[in-house]
């Protein structure tokens, strides 16, 4: 389906979002949203030619990927309702009723913890909005790759944790290697495959570069 909301719409959606996110460290900022965006776009165009019978709406995943992390737990507001303050922008930048839930209910299931807490949620979700399954995967393959380990970094960095670089290094298997195997389209799949081989492969040069003896 081609987009049908007004190009002023994403426009002003993209301006909140520039400075919404320019408050945060580089792993959670613009260029974020825009590698997400761009991901999203080629994963919808993807599988729109392998599952033709599925209708992916091109403004719902414009607008989710756009607004995934506003309302995100790390970040949210104290005078924010995370719950309805995406709906709410979009309501205020024209969008109809539909659209406005429609991109709130995705951009809140996005998160990896969230999913955690309730998989069956999520996949009852994407039932009803195979854009989730889009954005989710979307934003899983930034966090892997060379770009993950990046932001990997980053993040520890911005946090300062006491227990320095190897924390980040151990959030690898904890959490980024894992990723792949919670991919809901096929070619997320297929990317996350290369993506966490990069993952590994960074990490065996890790341990030998930091297991030397003294």
Do not use: C
Not at 138 to 156: E, N, P, Q
Not at 178 to 204: D, N, V, W, Y
């Amino acid at each position: 389906m081609d987009s049908l909301v007004g190009s002023d719409i994403v426009g002003s959606v993209e301006v909140y979002v520039k400075d919404f996110m320019s408050r945060f460290d580089a792993s959670h900022d613009y260029n974020h949203i825009k590698r997400v965006l761009a991901l999203s776009k080629s994963i919808m165009n993807s599988e729109r030619e392998k599952k033709v019978n599925v209708i992916f709406d091109t403004d719902t995943v414009i607008l989710a990927a756009l607004l995934h992390d506003v309302g995100d737990k790390k970040y949210v507001e104290p005078d924010h309702d995370p719950e309805n303050q995406i709906a709410d922008l979009l309501r205020e930048r024209g969008a109809s009723e539909e659209l406005a839930l429609k991109v709130q209910m995705i951009a809140t299931h996005v998160s990896f913890s969230t999913e955690m807490k309730n998989p069956e949620l999520i996949n009852t979700i994407i039932s009803q909005y195979p854009e989730l399954a889009i954005v989710q995967d979307a934003d899983r393959l930034d966090a892997i790759g060379a770009v993950g380990i990046g932001r990997a970094f980053t993040f520890g960095g911005a946090k300062r944790s006491k227990d320095g670089m190897q924390q980040t290094i151990d959030h690898f298997t904890e959490k980024l290697e894992k990723l792949g195997s919670m991919m809901k389209t096929e070619t997320g799949k297929r990317i996350a495959l290369e993506r966490t081989q990069r993952l590994i492969l960074f990490r065996s040069w890790w341990i030998e570069e930091t297991t030397l003896p003294l």
